[in-house]
């Protein structure tokens, strides 16, 4: 049962990665054909050229900015704080709580509280 688990684990895994990149290759060609239709609309259009001389280059700067973030999410930021780097990080956290519970326990062990069952004379 574990090891179907692990296997379900590892395709989810690999799917969820190939769907990352898909969607960044997606946006690639979405940003290229854009930045064509955008060059089309200032050149041959002559549109925007009253109030912003060139804006369709800081359009696709801008444009490619956000893709650049992209490209670094999928293939930097999701590889080393993707889904194994958060089992770890949970797992190390149960860890230090598990820990801490166990020292209060000694802690009470040691030290009990007085009996409250008892009347407490005033």
Do not use: C
Not at 26 to 47: A, E, P, T
Not at 69 to 81: A, D, P, Q, S, T
Not at 88 to 100: G, N, P
């Amino acid at each position: 049962m574990e090891a179907k688990l692990e296997q379900h684990e590892l395709y989810e895994n690999a799917r969820t990665r190939v769907q990352q990149k898909k969607r960044l290759y997606y946006h690639f060609v979405l940003f290229l054909i854009g930045s064509v239709f955008l060059i089309v609309l200032n050149k041959f259009l002559k549109l925007g050229e009253n109030y912003i001389e060139n804006w369709f280059v800081w359009a696709i700067a801008i444009w490619f900015f956000l893709l650049v973030i992209h490209f670094i999410n999928v293939f930097f930021v999701n590889r080393f704080l993707g889904k194994e780097w958060q089992r770890q990080q949970t797992e190390k956290l149960v860890a230090k709580q598990e820990k801490k519970i166990a020292q209060l326990s000694k802690k009470i062990e040691k030290n009990p509280l007085p009996n409250t069952d008892e009347e407490i004379v005033l």
